[in-house]
Every structure is written in C-alpha cells, then in structure tokens.
Nanobody, 119 residues
Framework: VQLAESGGGLVQPGGSLRLSCTAS????????MGWFRQAPGKQREFVGS????????SYSESATGRFTISRNSAQSTMYLQMNSLNFADTAVYYC?????????????WGQGTQVTVSS
C-alpha cells in the first residue's frame, strides 16, 4: 500500500482546510486509515482514524468537534476536513494505513503535507 497526501497550505486562524490521502496498491487489504501530525520539536501525535470498511471514526481530544474524517472508497481516498484552525494545529500532517494480506499487520505512511496556521 502506498499513500499520497495533498491539500496542505497556509491558513489564517479560524479558517478551514481539507487534506486528502489517496491510497494505491493492495487497497482491499486496508483495515484502518488514520491521520497523524508532527509539530516542530514534538513527537508525532494521533489526530483521528477511520475504519475503511465501516466508516466508523475516532478522534483525538483536540480534533473532536473541529475535524472530520471521511473516505471515498471508489476513489481510494481519505479526507481530513479541518475547521476552526488555530496556531496549535500547525504541523506536518501524515496519513497512515493499517493493512494486512497474510501474516503480520503492516503500516504504510504518506510523505506528509505541511499545514501552517498564521495571521
């Protein structure tokens, strides 16, 4: 499974941005897709995830109520809609995919996309 993010950029506080993550390869083997972020000098942290089959979502406390994860299975794409952005949301955002065909689970990562919240 390979992942490619897009949609990052510069946004003002209070603004919105939508990130996309398109998967390729063994898409049918994907169980869960997720979003993580890493701010300068900090560890990578969980933002939210979606069960690729059921669509059930889960969010971090900081994302709850502001961010929404969805997916378009026909286009093999997951989205992260981010609203009410603030300075603390500035980070490189990575998408991930938990996938398995046989044997152990695998984790794929995208290359990351920069989100900068600045006035």
């Amino acid at each position: 499974v390979q992942l490619a993010e897009s949609g990052g950029g510069l946004v003002q506080p209070g603004g919105s941005l939508r990130l996309s993550c398109t998967a390729s390869g063994s898409i049918s083997a994907i169980n869960v897709m997720g979003w993580f972020r890493q701010a300068p000098g900090k560890q990578r942290e969980f933002v939210g995830s979606i069960n690729y089959r059921s669509g059930q979502t889960s969010y971090s406390e900081s994302a709850t109520g502001r961010f929404t994860i969805s997916r378009n299975s026909a286009q093999s794409t997951m989205y992260l809609q981010m609203n009410s952005l603030n300075f603390a949301d500035t980070a490189v955002y990575y998408c991930s995919a938990d996938w398995r065909i046989t044997g152990p689970r695998n984790i794929a990562w995208g290359q990351g996309t920069q989100v900068t919240v600045s006035s």
